[in-house]
T-cell receptor
Framework: DAGVIQSPRHEVTEMGQEVTLRCKPI?????LFWYRQTMMRGLELLIY????????DSGMPEDRFSAKMPNASFSTLKIQPSEPRDSAVYFC???????????FGSGTRLTVV | QQQVKQSPQSLIVQKGGISIINCAYE??????FPWYQQFPGKGPALLIA?????SEKKEGRFTISFNKSAKQFSLHIMDSQPGDSATYFC???????????FGTGTRLQVFP
């Protein structure tokens, strides 16, 4: 299995631009999670989906952030408009059921200048 | 109450020594406690996990000790190796959700 696949690995964008991060979970996994990692705040859960349905988006910082999961094999996290304080590493993770731990992707390092 | 407090923030250990990282929680609804290991440029990877009905779990050189009454759990790395140098995160999950709450991380450096 190729694991959780995220793209792009690195993204540099100008303030005000729209940014879309992509994630392909492991086939058969029914829960998907978006996390943000910064030095100051550590690993923060932004949103998670179960069977493609958003379950908890209480961690989404503000309306500029949105996430979708149109099918079991694809999810996006969009930031519009982006701001310098959004600079972080964004991780996607998936899990099969509550018996197993998460499998994380390699992350997308976002820099907003 | 949703927090998981982790210490120390950083740890330096000599090769062959024991590395100990501690975590504490308040929420008694937590029912699953994993530890993750993260290398630079990579995502966190599950290392070992424990449920509160067990006081200890060992996998190779890695051991979780769990104290339910004190609401504390710790990771012990025996015979620490330079290859263990990484950031370690404890985490916890409540019985009725899938979301993991992570500690703030411990950067471990093992010197030869």
């Amino acid at each position: 299995d190729a694991g959780v696949i995220q793209s792009p690995r690195h993204e540099v964008t100008e303030m005000g631009q729209e940014v879309t991060l992509r994630c392909k979970p492991i086939s058969g996994h029914n829960s998907l999670f978006w996390y943000r990692q910064t030095m100051m705040r550590g690993l923060e859960l932004l949103i998670y989906f179960n069977n493609n349905v958003p379950i908890d988006d209480s961690g989404m910082p503000e309306d500029r952030f949105s996430a979708k999961m149109p099918n079991a094999s694809f999810s996006t996290l969009k930031i519009q408009p982006s701001e310098p304080r959004d600079s972080a590493v964004y991780f996607c993770a998936s899990t099969q059921d509550r018996t197993y731990g998460y499998t994380f992707g390699s992350g997308t390092r976002l820099t907003v200048v | 109450q949703q927090q998981v407090k982790q210490s120390p923030q950083s740890l330096i250990v000599q090769k062959g020594g024991i590395s100990i990282i501690n975590c504490a929680y308040e929420n008694t609804a937590f029912d699953y406690f994993p530890w993750y290991q993260q290398f630079p440029g990579k995502g966190p990877a599950l290392l070992i996990a424990i449920r509160p009905d067990v006081s200890e779990k060992k996998e190779g050189r890695f051991t979780i000790s769990f104290n339910k009454s004190a609401k504390q759990f710790s990771l012990h790395i025996m015979d620490s190796q330079p290859g263990d140098s990484a950031t370690y995160f404890c985490a916890a999950r409540t019985y009725n959700t899938d979301k993991l709450i992570f500690g703030t991380g411990t950067r471990l450096q093992v010197f030869p």
